[in-house]
């Protein structure tokens, strides 16, 4: 069974880093490309960035370009999700997604979401 | 840049009823490269259709897919009370390499 595990929710202030993290499993980790969404409060979703976790190919979303960092450690089968100054506009869930099938960007199979709060 | 803008907002309809939701591109997108999510209250989005017609697995054939071009189309048969949800249309493939729609919401 292919399962996209995320990291816990997250409560930091305004100007500290944090990286989150998803874990895959079931499948050939390097095999399948994974994205990042956001979801602000009531929002609609937004893509971020996608890595391919073989070679660390990552694209971004000119939107996301310099405010996130995102990689990929194929000997753990996990992706990363990391700012190094967060602001109280990072506030959101942030989900990671796996492409459906070899080299499809469709994001098939997504994490449960990984709740990011940043207040003073 | 390519946007994709979803109508309509909302949508009030009853169980039983058919459900028509639009996704209309800015530019052309392949067939290959459109795809619609349902996203329910406190859940992750699940992919329903990819490749504008195919259903993902699993996915009831109450939902179907078409369109192409710019223009493309969700459609509910006959609604069942777990299809109340959001509804985002996703392209790939055009700058930004991915694109979310602002989402539809089917309501009761």
């Known amino acids: 069974e292919v399962q996209l595990v995320q990291s816990g929710a997250e409560l930091k202030k305004p100007g500290e880093s944090l990286r989150i993290s998803c874990k895959g499993s079931?499948?050939?980790?390097?095999?399948?490309?994974i994205a990042w969404v956001r979801q602000m409060p009531g929002k609609g979703l937004e893509w971020m960035g996608i890595i391919y976790p073989s070679d660390s190919d990552t694209r971004y979303s000119p939107s996301f370009q310099g405010q996130v960092t995102i990689s990929a450690d194929k000997s753990v089968g996990t992706a990363y999700l990391q700012w190094s100054s967060l602001r109280a506009s990072d506030t959101a869930m942030y989900y990671c997604?796996?492409?459906?099938?070899?080299?499809?960007?469709?994001?098939?199979?997504w994490g449960q979401g990984t709740q990011v709060t940043v207040s003073s | 840049e390519i946007v994709l803008t979803q109508s309509p907002a909302t949508l009030s309809l009853s169980p039983g009823e058919r459900a028509t939701l639009s996704c209309r591109a800015s530019q052309s997108v392949s067939r290959s490269y459109l795809a619609w999510y349902q996203q329910k209250p406190g859940q992750a989005p699940r992919l329903l259709i990819y490749?504008?017609?195919s259903r993902a697995t699993g996915i009831p054939d109450r939902f179907s897919g078409s369109g192409s071009g710019t223009d493309f189309t969700l459609t509910i048969s006959r609604l069942e009370p777990e299809d109340f949800a959001v509804y985002y249309c996703q392209q790939y493939g055009s700058s930004p390499l991915l694109t979310f729609g602002g989402g539809t919401k089917v309501e009761i």
């Open positions: 997604a796996r492409g459906y099938d070899y080299g499809d960007f469709h994001l098939g199979y």
């Open positions: 079931g499948y050939s980790f390097t095999s399948y490309w």
């Open positions: 490749g504008a017609s």
